[in-house]
């Protein structure tokens, strides 16, 4: 299952804004899944802004096929820096390993910090390094841990001005420069107080070249629908939890973080072909320039089915080739005339929040419910 997907930046410039970033001390941890990887960024952006801390950029963790660990991707190969800058201190975790750790936080003063005791080898610990990605992400920048820190019981909400003021007392810089955090500061998925944070995520220089070049060479010409499509044995499997997790991974986008939008349905999680097809004809005879349909899928992308269903040799179904790419599928959907995504995926979220900063139109897969009518065309 391809859930690597986006992480963040570009473009390195100064570290930090501030001349004197030790002052205010630092924020690392270790991010998980790239969906996953998203919403929580978006939180811990925030969180690291209201405690008044420089955010150490974690590096992307990928799975890639056939390799036993995960693959650590420096954050500016997706995520412009830049941007990030211009709302919060930031640094990579590659400047800040080579320039600042080795004063700031020496090899004898590195705590791990958990909410409470994780299960692991070692007993009354947060086993920070214990599995994957946890042990491959701290070993790519050879980072051990001397103890654990629990910090039971706060939390991380940005907008708490009671508990900010907890952790600012209770883990002074002067004494704690980092808050090396076993798992991200964060909420899944994302707050809906932090969802504005995805204007600070733009895409690195080169992700946005090589997504621009392909729409130039192969949509040119006319409109594009972008569509999402989560369909692989994985997703099945997921989908079946549908009725006892209304608010399934990213279902709040839909149904409202409190289910005041209405329930969360199958069709809503795992849509039948009949349904995509009926969706997408409804778009493309409201919208009339679309001459090309843009799929991004976790397993079958319905090519052919889809080919065949709309039976509109005038538009051009297609997907990135000469194989999947996570990242560029997620900056060619965030550029496409109309998109329609998956109410559940954190990667369908990721492409709606982005668009909806730039004020481009999209919907979900059987959101909301439509009133069935005879007359419709099939």
């Not at 400047?95 to 299960?119: G, H, L, N």
């Not at 932090?194 to 070049?213: A, T």
């Not at 349909?293 to 538009?315: C, K, Q, T, Y």
Request: proline share 7%; aromatic share 12%; charged share 25%.
């Amino acid at each position: 299952m391809i859930t690597v997907i986006l992480m963040v930046l570009l473009t390195t410039t100064s570290p930090v804004k501030s001349s004197n970033p030790e002052k205010k001390g630092y924020i690392a941890y270790c991010p998980c899944r790239f969906g996953n990887q998203a919403d929580h960024f978006l939180g811990v952006l925030a969180f690291s802004k209201a405690v008044n801390r420089t955010l150490i950029l974690p590096p992307w963790i990928e799975y890639r096929y056939g390799e036993p660990r995960s693959i650590q991707v420096p954050f500016d190969t997706y995520f412009n820096v830049d941007k990030l800058l211009e709302f919060a201190n930031v640094i990579t975790m590659e400047d800040f390993m080579r320039e600042i750790a080795p004063t700031v936080w020496p090899i004898e003063k590195r705590v791990s910090f958990c909410y409470t005791q994780r299960t692991g080898e070692i007993q009354n610990s947060c086993n920070a390094k214990s599995g994957n990605p946890f042990g491959p992400f701290w070993d790519t920048y050879n980072i051990d841990f001397n103890r654990s820190e629990f910090y039971a019981p706060l939390n991380y909400d940005a907008q708490n001005e009671k508990i900010l003021e907890q952790w600012k007392i209770r883990y002074p810089v002067d004494k704690w420069p980092v808050l090396a955090f076993t798992g991200a500061p964060a909420s899944f998925p994302v707050q809906k107080e932090n969802v504005d944070m995805q204007k600070y995520l733009k895409w690195s220089n080169d992700i946005e070249h090589r997504s621009k070049l392909f729409i130039k060479k192969n949509m040119s010409g006319g409109g594009f629908l972008g569509i999402h499509l989560r369909n692989g044995q994985d997703w099945v499997k997921a989908c079946q939890h549908v009725k006892d997790s209304p608010m399934l991974f990213a279902a709040p986008q839909c149904v409202g973080y409190r289910n005041e939008r209405g329930p969360l349905t199958m069709s809503m999680c795992l849509p039948k072909p009949s349904e995509i097809l009926k969706q997408i004809k409804r778009v493309i005879k409201k919208l009339s320039d679309i001459k090309y349909i843009f799929v991004a899928s976790d397993s079958n992308h319905m090519i052919e089915e889809l080919n065949a269903g709309l039976r509109r040799p005038e538009i051009k179904i297609l997907k990135f080739q000469p194989s999947s790419n996570p990242h560029l599928d997620l900056a060619i959907l965030g550029q496409a005339n109309y998109f329609i995504g998956n109410c559940v995926s954190s990667y369908s979220a990721f492409v709606k929040r982005e668009r909806d900063m730039k004020g481009l139109p999209s919907e979900f897969w059987s959101f909301p419910q439509r009133k069935k009518n005879k007359h419709e065309e099939l």
